[in-house]
């Protein structure tokens, strides 16, 4: 499946996107959710928290495995999607679709600083090997 | 069918119940609102069941079971027998100490053998599994450093290829986890561990032999860079099996141990427990040691308790830990005395090269084929994987329409697609001839027809469980319709 | 040698096909230098030599006349129970992780998790933990979890003293600290006075032990309503036995206990001198994710079946490491199997019907006792299965002239709450013992008593102090 290039990745396999009120909303890759299999529950940032860039603030799990989800940027969480927490199986079936959160970024340039479609497939290139 | 599908409200077994008695006193609001949803079957019913469901177990009673790490050695029925008795089973464990003569008497001699047996300075009985072993071990690294004044050490150190208690365990003791990697002949990464050490450094959990089934040859360096560093040394006993009466972990330097007695000492898992995890320790440790422990005054044994040890860690457990699995080991170890232990480890290496050299010789990929094998050792099905789709997971199930269990999979997760062995030493050549032979006929299986050993079992309660659904819509709990 | 198959012709064609001269060659690998000599260890036995000497220790032990409980209890254990649970296809199986070769561990599992939900009133039980105080601990750990600010927890002070020294030895490397409202030196329960100390502060947790350690009944009902409406979690500290008749923790308050852990030993567990016992633990469906240890879930097979496997493995070390909930990896599956097993066999009523004769019991053994002059009660408030009584001489005197007798007369609590003086006994009659075992204590007891009464002549004999027996 292509990288949208219209989004910006992260090294650890997370997906942010400029909406059109100013918040990012961040996702994981479709790569990230292959590599964990079927998914069977996602724990997300309470909305309000203030995240470093950086900082672990959500959960994935697939039945035999977990990773952690890292804020691709600074920012406070304004909205989680309630309906990923519902059904996980969202993440696998459109990982770009389905957002986790979303951030106000403290700095809303910081987003330029993440890799673009092509950095993010050079960095799963990398990971075949 | 489940047990509560074969209740029939009013049927019991009254034989088995006292006689109905008043309440008295206990005040009403204090009382039980609504029955429990327990059964209501005669005796019989419950026999049936429990039997029926125990027929669709594996187990070392009816199958050979080579799980890597999991030591599944035969479990005397003798060491069953013994610590069933009347008299030990009835024993309150509050009772006066004087009344206890012979239990504490078998405590105490096992705690003596199991110093021996690792060259340490002092045992303690009480953790009830290896996973409180560790615990009490890392928490007495942790009692010493600040015993000294010594608070800047926040870091344990773990290999790579560690069991995950290992991690799981230093965080519970509130230290941070430093991972270091494992070098391609299956050692310690000497410079990554030099670059990790420092005034930062509590201690270094290992394995020896390593999770990957070969003996961590630079041992001594190993331990001269963590003390040196001022860090103390965890020997995680899980492997303790291949070396015992070999070498001994306090001759290797380590300043802790804990030994699995239901791996090395023979008692039953028991579908998963109780196990016994008795930590033993070098001279800076011991008045740090878990409390119970058993003194001798003369003739008689006694408890050790705060008042005797207070510098111990404290107590893990309501009383004495896993009492009855303990007089087991006991049993066992006097069964097999000295010279007895050596011929364990003897035979368990045995065992494990000659598995290892039959499988090479079929054409398995041994990992470490260059290296002896300890009691355990590697084989990866990667090629088997990317020929024919068929996985490690897809082996070990086809196992068991074989009449075996699965070797242990996808551990140590370093190795792709990998199955770790264990044969232990209570097997005969025939039944691993037989292990072997099983294993070919998989490959040539999956080399004719994928499908079938994809689709395996066939032959077992039931085919393969969906995972997914009982973590996406767990349901923990059967309720009433 | 015990326990090793090879005839001589097997080892040498192993050693052959390793390609080996000797065993001996096998170790190569290790430096020399570490190799360890002979061990210093008594000579092999055989099976009927160490069968003689394992009967000799067990005689040693003797056979008593027991009232002591607190915290472990004799109670009577159906034949069959062990008979099954004995079986080589339980006893000497691993951990279910192969679920198709497991479906007897997991299945008696699950119906195991499934009558502790329903005992305990909650939604959720793990498999189990290693035993009563130990998964206090782990209940503690979690409610401080869940809270997320603060690292402290409230308890009763009636709570095991006991389990209080081993939740500290387990969560106090964490930074948890475990703070305790005083009992009523009258009742011997909790007063709502002692809590209003504590209000506004922030705990992750109550915990409340019903009965507690004097098995005197709390007001769990005000209890829980009290601690969550400061927005602490309720953990319960419960007696598997007393639910046949006591409320479940679910039920306690408004929006019952959050959490449930106990002793599981009374459930089929022979006393054993401490050992294996099981903990038990369940909880709210909110807090599942927040649950150590392990759980099994029914789920089914390819072909629709129904099957059972070990889920919600996320939390636990060996996919988490040193993020998961605990570092329990065995736990005590074959305890769990005898106490599926009894409670099948005994049902609800037989449940309640253990608990009803065993408090019925310890009732009359009070008013037997109690009917002795210089014996009184010491709590007013009701209690179940239990109770402290008081006695003029020392506590231990009286207990040692009691064993001479053939009787375990009942704990001498002067050494975990010396605030009571010394003459404290803590007694317990659980459903095996009978009226005749009752009076027999009671004559014993009275004339103990009266003995010491006559005059110092008794005094003389008293056993050293300083000696332990």
Known sequence: MSIPADLKYTQTHEWAKREADGTVAVGITHHAQEMLGDMVFVEVPAVGRKLAAGEECAVVESVKSASDVYAPIAGEVVAVNADVEGSPEQINQDAYGAWMFKLKPDNAADLDGLLDAAGYQAVVDSEAH | MLIFELSRSGRGSPALAPSAADLGDIPAECRRMSKPLLPEVSELDAVRHYTRLSQKNFSIDTQFYPLGSCTMKYNPKAAHALAMQREFLARHPLAPEDSGQGVLACLYELQEILREVTGMAGVSLTPMAGAQGEFAGVAMIRAYHESRGDAARREIIVPDAAHGTNPATATMCGYAVKEIPTDADGNVDLEALKAAVGPQTAGLMLTNPSTLGVFEQQIRAIQQIVHEAGGLTYYDGANLNAILGKVRPGDMGFDVIHVNLHKTFATPHGGGGPGSGPVGVSERLLPFLPVPMVGRDGNSYRWLTEKDRPQSIGRLSAHMGNTGVLLRAYVYARMLGGEGMKRVADMATLNANYLMAQLKAAGFDVTFGRRRASHEFIVSLKGLKEKTGVSAMDVAKRLLDKGFHAPTTYFPLLVPECLLIEPTETETKQTLDGFVAALTEIRDEAERDAALVKGAPYTTPVRRLDDVKAAREPDLAWKAA | MPYIPHTEDDLQAMLAAIGAGSVEDLFDEIPAALRAGSLDLPPALNEMEVSRLMEERAAQDGRWLNFIGAGAYEHHIPAAVWQIAGRGEYYTAYTPYQAEASQGTLQTLYEYQSMMASLTGLDVSNASLYDGASALAEAVLMAVRAHKTSRRVLAVAGLHPVWQQVVKSIVGNQGIELVTVPYCTEGGHTMADSLSAHEGQDYAALIVAQPNVFGVLEEADALTDWAQGQGMRVIAVVNPTSLGI???????????????????????????????????????????????????????????????????????????????????????????????????????????????????????????????????????????????????????EVLRALKAQGILGGLDLGEWCPELGGHAILVCATETKSEADLDRYAEHLERIIAKRSQGPACTKLKPNENSKW
């Open chain 3, 246 to 396: 006591l409320k479940a923790p679910g039920e306690w308050g408004a929006k019952g206990a959050d959490i449930a852990v106990g002793e599981g030993q009374p459930l089929g567990a022979p006393l054993s001198s401490g050992g294996p016992y099981f903990g038990f633990m369940a909880c709210k469906q909110e807090l599942v994710r927040q649950m150590p240890g392990r759980i099994v879930g029914r789920t089914v097979d390819l072909e629709g079946r129904e099957g059972f496997t070990l889920t919600l493995q996320a939390r636990e070390q060996h996919i988490r490491r040193s993020k998961a909930t605990s570092n329990i990896c065995t736990n005590q599956g074959l305890m769990v199997t005898a106490a599926t097993i009894y409670m099948s066999l005994l049902g609800p009523d037989g449940l309640a019907k253990v608990a009803a004769a065993s408090h019925a019991n310890t009732r009359r053994l009070v008013e037997k006792l109690t009917a002795i002059p210089g014996v009184e009660r010491l709590f007013s408030e009701p209690f179940f299965h239990e109770a402290v009584i008081t006695v003029e001489p020392p506590a231990g």
